[in-house]
């Protein structure tokens, strides 16, 4: 699923992938009658498995699009928007390598248009799509050595030198890779591999520990951790990762400000557990957190809790004591 505003309105919508009936489903906020609009599905294709989906500008015409990862045929599904007719042109369909699981639109090459990297589930590389904007297409596809099986991608400037950078957490050997620009020979430098937890299926970059640095989180799922590498200023470098427990098997991880406090929290997903997990800053310590936990049992406490505090409230009354 993502947010954002997909028929650029200027107001956010919300698109899901049906990964069983070859359609993502879109629902547009109207803003005249403060909800969404009916249900849109857009139908991908015969065959397909609508999977993971990005909103961001694929066309470099200044309108977002949406651009869908397949996991059953080996081609990423584009959804351009057409700003005349306000509407979505048909879907067009871009070859990548075997059982891709994940995309990303940015500026990898830092030449000012998007470009989007496709992450191959049973590979160990990313397969980059450049933008040409003379011919208003993408040049031929380039692959780029990382881990085996990058199942997440994130496009950031995760070495604060003013440019784009690549990274991937790679699900079967255990592992991230750093894929950094180098403006010089205009080029990536080889891949920083940093190991991770068991299992790691999704990453993300953000000023974790709120010094101003953007950071390094995965999120790995067979170990039930996350992994964390703090930006160091002074070294120019990452820190030693730090390793802290979730619920049962996590599959996302996302750095905000949670408790709207001006700081940076952690937010977990974990999908055998079935709640989420808050780490909110400061920490008790590097090694350890207090975290909360929000799930069916934290509601029913909740629940129990006002119970008998009306219950007490209203026995105070009656008994005038």
């Known amino acids: 699923m993502c947010v954002g505003d997909v028929n650029n309105d200027g107001f956010n919508d919300i698109i899901a992938a049906d990964f069983g009936d070859s359609n993502i489903s879109i629902y547009l906020w109207n803003n005249s009658i403060n909800d969404w609009d009916p249900e849109i599905k857009i139908y991908i294709g015969s065959s397909t498995r609508p999977w993971r989906l ?19 045929q080996d081609v990423i599904s584009f959804i351009f928007w057409n700003d005349l007719n306000k509407q979505w042109d048909p879907v067009l369909q871009k070859a990548v390598d075997t059982m891709h699981y994940c995309i990303a639109i940015g500026d990898v090459n830092n030449d000012g248009f998007n470009d989007f990297v ?4 049973w590979e160990t590389n990313v397969s980059i799509y450049i933008w040409d904007n003379s011919s208003e297409d993408w040049l031929p596809k380039e692959e780029v050595v990382t881990g085996a099986g990058p199942a997440e991608i ?51 970059a953000g000023d974790i520990n709120n010094d101003g640095y953007e950071d390094i989180a ?8 996350i992994s964390i590498f703090l930006w160091n200023m002074t070294t120019t470098s990452w820190e030693s990762e730090i390793r802290k427990e979730t619920g049962n098997r996590p599959s996302e991880v996302f750095v905000a400000d949670a408790d709207n406090d001006g700081d940076n929290d952690i937010i977990v997903s974990n999908t055998n557990s079935h709640n989420i997990l808050i780490i909110l800053w400061p920490w008790t310590s590097p090694d350890s957190t207090t975290p909360t936990i929000w799930g069916y049992d934290s509601f029913l406490l909740i629940a129990i ?8 409230l209203k026995f105070k009354k009656k008994n005038k004591f």
């Open 54 to 72: 990005f909103i961001g500008d694929a066309n470099n015409d200044g309108f977002n699009d949406i651009a869908v990862a397949d996991n059953a």
């Open 118 to 121: 496709s992450g191959n589930l």
């Open 154 to 204: 994130v496009i950031d400037d995760v070495n604060h030198d003013g440019y784009n950078d690549i990274i991937t957490v790679n699900r079967l050997n255990a592992s991230a890779s750093i894929l950094l620009w180098d403006n010089t020979s205009n080029y990536w430098d080889p891949e920083i591999r940093l190991n991770v937890g068991e299992e790691p299926i999704c990453v993300f």
């Open 218 to 225: 995965s999120a790995n799922a067979s170990n039930n951790t």
């Open 305 to 312: 809790l006002l119970g008998i505090s009306a219950f007490l």
